[in-house]
């Protein structure tokens, strides 16, 4: 954990119980650091004399873009997600920033390259993405690295999520708006999973099912301790 700058009100937040979004001043950040410089390495010299005022979390206050990706890469879930974009993209941003916010592995993006990234509110910056041309390739990667793929969506045969056992080694596929998961992502799905609705509409927007899903794979296989 980094000393936080003497322009951070409290000592240590860590130590009044307060969490992530709580301390200090939040999504203002923090300006340049006072007194000696420190010389670890993770610090951005830049950041250090002109302030932080990034979405990132106190205790990467300062800290490099890379430094920041590599302190998440050593606790990364064995989650994956990937979302269809053969249409439309509108959601991809919500569900990067999401992922980014549970320590993803990888946001898996299949079809069209382009997204609209101003959802992700630079979240994707430490988030690790890859592209897929083909639902084909996404499933030969899959079976490559040993990742089970479970299909979500609410078509008839689906697995109400609510009581389904997630893989742990697991990738969660969601479809767009529109269309659903196509016909090949789940036939190549271990099983797909529904979200229970009680409403009047058929479904809900895709990034907020893709933050229940992987809400629940946390609620079933994340270390609670290791959470902000
Ligand atoms: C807006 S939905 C469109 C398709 C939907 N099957 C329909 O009939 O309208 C887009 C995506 O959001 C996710 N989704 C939306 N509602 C869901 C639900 N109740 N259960 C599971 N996934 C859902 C799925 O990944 C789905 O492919």
Redesign the pocket.
């Known amino acids: 954990m980094p000393k936080p700058g003497a322009s951070e009100s409290a000592a240590n937040p860590y130590a009044e119980g307060r969490g992530p979004t709580e301390w200090n001043e939040g999504r203002h950040g923090v300006g340049p650091w006072e007194g000696p410089l420190p010389d670890d390495p993770r610090y951005d010299p830049e950041l250090l004399t002109d302030g932080d005022h990034r979405n990132v979390v106190d205790a990467y206050r300062y800290w490099t873009r890379e430094a920041i990706v590599a302190d998440i890469d050593t606790r990364r879930h064995p989650l994956h997600i990937a979302i269809e974009n053969f249409e439309n993209d509108s959601n991809i941003g919500t569900v990067v920033r999401t992922a980014n916010a549970f320590a993803v592995d990888t946001v898996h993006i299949v079809g069209r390259r382009r997204w609209n990234r101003r959802g992700a509110m630079v979240t994707d910056r430490y988030q690790h993405l890859m592209h897929h041309d083909t639902v084909g390739e996404l499933i030969e990667w899959a079976h490559d690295h040993g990742v089970t793929v479970v299909a ?4 008839p045969g ?1 697995v109400p ?1 609510e009581t389904a056992e997630l893989p742990e080694k697991c990738l969660l596929l ?8 196509s016909a090949e992502a789940q036939d190549n799905a271990v099983m797909t ?3 229970a ?1 009680f409403g009047s509409t ?5 990034g907020v ?1 893709a933050g229940i ?1 992987m809400h629940a794979w946390i609620r079933q296989h994340a270390d609670l301790s290791r959470a902000w």
Do not use: W
Not at 152 to 155: C, Q, R, V
Not at 202 to 206: G, K, L, P, T
């Open positions: 979500i969506d609410n078509t689906s999520l969601f479809g767009q708006e529109g269309p659903g998961v999973c529904s979200i609705q058929r479904s809900i927007n895709a099912a899903a």
